[in-house]
Every structure is written in C-alpha cells, then in structure tokens.
T-cell receptor, first 111, second 110 residues
Framework: QKEVEQNSGPLSVPEGAIASLNCTYSDRGSQSFFWYRQYSGKSPELIMFIYSNGDKEDGRFTAQLNKASQYVSLLIRDSQPSDSATYLCAVSYTGRRALTFGSGTRLQVQP | EAGVVQSPRYKIIEKKQPVAFWCNPISGHNTLYWYRQNLGQGPELLIR????????DSQLPKDRFSAERLKGVDSTLKIQPAELGDSAVYLCASSGETQYFGPGTRLLVL
C-alpha cells in the first residue's frame, strides 16, 4: 500500500495563476513533510518543509499541513513557465529519518 | 558549499555485469542515503547510514546489492550481477536537518 499519494497530473495552469498541488499520507506517525521539485533529467531539489499544522510561506511558495486530515499541499503563486516540473511530496516518520516519497505531480505552466 | 557529489553520471552495462556507484556527501553530514528512482516514480530508499553504520537497509536487495561507507564519509553502492530491472537512477543524499540530493547515476542495463 502506497503511503504517500499524489495525483500524477499533468496539472496545467496559465502563467501568473496559482498552482495547487496536493498530497495525502496514510501513517499518522508522520512527523515532517517536504516538497521537492524535480526537473526532467535532474535530481530532486528541496523547496520547503513543514512540521506543524497550518501554513508556511516562503516567497511564492506556501506549504499547508492538516494532520487531522493527513493532507499536505503546496501553493505556487504567480506561476512561471520555469515552475514547470514534477513536484514530489515526501514524509518522514518518528525514528526513521529516511523519506517516503509520493510518485509526484507534473506541473505545466502555460505561457 | 559543495553539494553531494556522485559518479559516474551515466553507466551502460550488459546484464550480469557488476557496477559500482560512488558518493561524496556534503561536508559535515553524518547521515547518507542511497535511493533508487524508477521512471515516473518517486525515489525509494535502499539504505541509510549514520556515520559508517548501516541503520536502515531493509529495502536493499541483499542478494545482489551491497554498500559500504568506510570512515563515515564517502560511500559506494555495488550491484553484482546487474539485471535488466535494475535500470534506474541511483540517487545519493545526505542530511543535517534536511536531505539534499546528488545529481544521480543513470544506469541502463542491456
């Protein structure tokens, strides 16, 4: 059973719009949550992490965490064509530092 | 600050041949990870090291895969013999508070 679920997409948004990427996880012991961006042929690059319920903002990116619903999301404001990539959601569990990744959502920002 | 370094970047081998990948983590990072990423999937953990000790290797196919991290810095992942299904990208990561990935080694087994 997959522990971290993401819609594979592609999610297509016009330039300047808000892109909303979603992720659900199955283990309530999940402690930390991460969003990585991966361009085609490249390795994952950390965008943001969040530990506590609520919102965390960093520039155009906002991560949202709802532990009761076992849901984490990433909002990208003012989307740019350069944001077109696969976004990977990852979680870590208490006592296990390795990350469990979802399969990723492919985002396409249309100029 | 230098990132995680991996070599080679690409490797093409025939099945049943051995192959080895090398990783140098970010300076000061005691935790090192090897992940495998198949096309269209997220990375999956193969093994995690804390210094020179392998502390999470439950997903490492031990019949053909081996890894070592001598002196708690560089690490090597080996496959012998390689199978067609081993074709994937092998990612090394290291962490302090958060994990940072190297560029990966793209393996193609023919």
């Amino acid at each position: 059973q997959k522990e971290v679920e993401q819609n594979s997409g592609p999610l297509s948004v016009p330039e300047g719009a808000i892109a909303s990427l979603n992720c659900t996880y199955s283990d309530r012991g999940s402690q930390s949550f991460f969003w990585y961006r991966q361009y085609s042929g490249k390795s994952p690059e950390l965008i943001m992490f969040i530990y506590s319920n609520g919102d965390k903002e960093d520039g155009r990116f906002t991560a949202q965490l709802n532990k009761a619903s076992q849901y984490v999301s990433l909002l990208i404001r003012d989307s740019q064509p350069s944001d077109s990539a696969t976004y990977l959601c990852a979680v870590s569990y208490t006592g296990r530092r390795a990350l469990t990744f979802g399969s990723g959502t492919r985002l396409q920002v249309q100029p | 600050e230098a990132g995680v370094v991996q070599s080679p970047r690409y490797k093409i081998i025939e099945k049943k041949q051995p192959v080895a990948f090398w990783c140098n983590p970010i300076s000061g990072h005691n935790t090192l990870y090897w992940y495998r990423q198949n096309l269209g999937q997220g990375p999956e953990l193969l093994i995690r090291y804390e210094n020179e000790e392998a502390v999470d290797d439950s997903q490492l196919p031990k019949d053909r895969f081996s890894a070592e991290r001598l002196k708690g810095v560089d690490s090597t992942l080996k496959i012998q013999p390689a199978e067609l299904g081993d074709s994937a990208v092998y990612l090394c990561a290291s962490s302090g508070e958060t994990q940072y990935f190297g560029p990966g080694t793209r393996l193609l087994v023919l």
